[in-house]
């Protein structure tokens, strides 16, 4: 068996990692994290959403964030855009891609986007033929591939029935998330296997929150069927205010360890990764959620 020999990374972390924060996050620290993670070497960032202010109010700043960020060449800068209004407002801001997110279960569909399955397909439809008519790209995100707080576990078939939709109306690449982090090696590997009835190898992405500490494995187990795209988010910041009790992404720092330690390239400088972790967990005022972060903060501390 062999890994893929590089993969990239997307940093979710501004985006997924704050939206959940209740303490407002100035626009300027989300831009100075966003500057230290491409610093860190970065090619993929999910900067903000355009979603009701009312729903996250945490991504209200969307165009503070993106008209304040000073563009580095070949780093991809994606915001999500849940329906024609949010496209709209984030056209202006030039995102490079575009993230319409559904979901494989009915009731977290409707709790998150408020709307059925088929009529969210309906709202991105538009969406998407705009995006790709502007020379935008257009990423899927979908949710509950394993399990779902309201709906409890979540078959196959439901993964490939939506990214079956997803492939209909245009979406270039789709995320394989395990929203509320209880995926196991095997059942994520089963999610991603639907999603490959639709899509290529290189247009799946593995999105997996760590709220039972199983994220690290199904990294291992997505790199096994080859996949070699990732979301994470740096110092293990985040959760979805739509999937209670669900914490943050598998932390950047510790999956970059592991693809380092598997001699897998990611172009990142796992250093100054753990000095952006640093820098947002300081503003928020506690320790990163990243035992990679926090082991190597201690060694400095030691030296
Ligand atoms: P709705 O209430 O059905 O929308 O919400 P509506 O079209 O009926 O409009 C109602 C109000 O929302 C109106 O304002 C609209 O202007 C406004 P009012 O007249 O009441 O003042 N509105 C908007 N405002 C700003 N931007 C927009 C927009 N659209 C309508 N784009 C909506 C539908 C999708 C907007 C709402 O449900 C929403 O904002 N949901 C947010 C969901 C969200 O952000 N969830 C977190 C991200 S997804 C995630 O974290 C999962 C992921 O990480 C993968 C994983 O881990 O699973 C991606
Ligand atoms: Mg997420």
Same mark, same amino acid.
């Given at each position: 068996?062999?890994?893929?020999?590089?993969?990239?990374?997307?940093?979710?972390?501004?985006?997924?990692?704050?939206? +959940?924060?209740?303490?407002?996050?100035?626009?300027?620290?989300?831009?100075?994290?966003?500057?230290?993670?491409?610093?860190?070497?970065?090619?993929?960032?999910?900067?903000?959403?355009?979603?009701?202010?009312?729903?996250?109010?945490?991504?209200?700043? +969307?165009?503070?964030?993106?008209?304040?960020?000073?563009?580095?060449?070949?780093?991809? /800068?994606? #915001?999500?855009?849940?329906?024609?209004?949010?496209?709209?407002?984030?056209?202006?801001?030039?995102?490079?891609?575009?993230?319409?997110?559904? *979901?494989?279960?009915?009731?977290?569909?409707?709790?998150?986007? +408020?709307?059925?399955?088929?009529?969210?397909?309906?709202?991105?439809?538009?969406?998407?033929?705009? *995006?790709?008519?502007?020379?935008?790209?257009?990423?899927?995100?979908?949710?509950?591939? #394993?399990?779902?707080?309201?709906?409890?576990?979540?078959?196959?078939?439901?993964?490939?029935?939506?990214?079956?939709?997803?492939?209909?109306?245009?979406?270039?690449?789709?995320?394989?998330?395990?929203?509320?982090?209880?995926?196991?090696?095997?059942?994520?590997?089963?999610?991603?296997?639907?999603?490959?009835?639709?899509?290529?190898?290189?247009?799946?992405?593995?999105?997996?929150?760590?709220?039972?500490?199983?994220?690290?494995? +199904?990294?291992?187990?997505?790199?096994?069927?080859?996949?070699?795209?990732?979301?994470?988010? #740096?110092?293990?910041?985040?959760?979805?205010? /739509?999937?209670?009790?669900?914490?943050?992404?598998?932390?950047?720092?510790?999956?970059?360890?592991?693809?380092?330690?598997?001699?897998?390239?990611?172009?990142?400088?796992?250093?100054?990764?753990?000095?952006?972790?640093?820098?947002?967990?300081?503003?928020?005022?506690?320790?990163?959620?990243?035992?990679?972060?926090?082991?190597?903060?201690?060694?400095?501390?030691?030296?």
């Amino acid at each position: 068996m062999s890994y893929p020999t590089r993969v990239r990374i997307i940093d979710v972390g501004p985006r997924d990692g704050l939206q +959940n924060e209740k303490t407002p996050v100035p626009a300027e620290v989300k831009i100075a994290l966003i500057h230290q993670l491409q610093a860190a070497g970065l090619q993929e960032i999910e900067a903000t959403s355009y979603v009701s202010p009312k729903w996250v109010p945490q991504m209200a700043d +969307n165009h503070a964030v993106m008209q304040g960020i000073e563009r580095q060449p070949g780093v991809r /800068y994606s #915001v999500l855009t849940p329906n024609l209004q949010g496209w709209e407002a984030a056209v202006a801001d030039r995102p490079d891609e575009i993230v319409v997110f559904g *979901a494989a279960s009915e009731a977290f569909s409707r709790k998150n986007i +408020n709307c059925s399955i088929a009529e969210s397909i309906e709202r991105f439809a538009p969406v998407v033929a705009a *995006a790709r008519a502007a020379g935008v790209a257009v990423r899927g995100a979908m949710s509950c591939t #394993v399990g779902c707080p309201y709906e409890g576990e979540i078959a196959p078939q439901q993964v490939a029935y939506l990214a079956g939709l997803m492939k209909g109306i245009g979406v270039q690449r789709v995320d394989v998330a395990d929203t509320i982090g209880v995926g196991t090696p095997r059942k994520v590997q089963r999610a991603i296997e639907a999603a490959l009835q639709h899509y290529e190898l290189d247009q799946i992405s593995g999105h997996f929150h760590d709220t039972y500490g199983q994220a690290l494995a +199904n990294t291992v187990a997505a790199l096994e069927l080859g996949v070699w795209n990732f979301q994470s988010s #740096v110092a293990g910041l985040g959760g979805c205010p /739509y999937a209670k009790g669900a914490t943050g992404n598998v932390a950047s720092e510790d999956l970059v360890y592991l693809l380092h330690g598997l001699d897998i390239e990611t172009g990142i400088d796992l250093d100054r990764l753990v000095d952006a972790g640093a820098y947002i967990s300081n503003f928020l005022g506690r320790k990163p959620q990243s035992r990679v972060a926090v082991a190597l903060l201690n060694k400095r501390a030691s030296a």
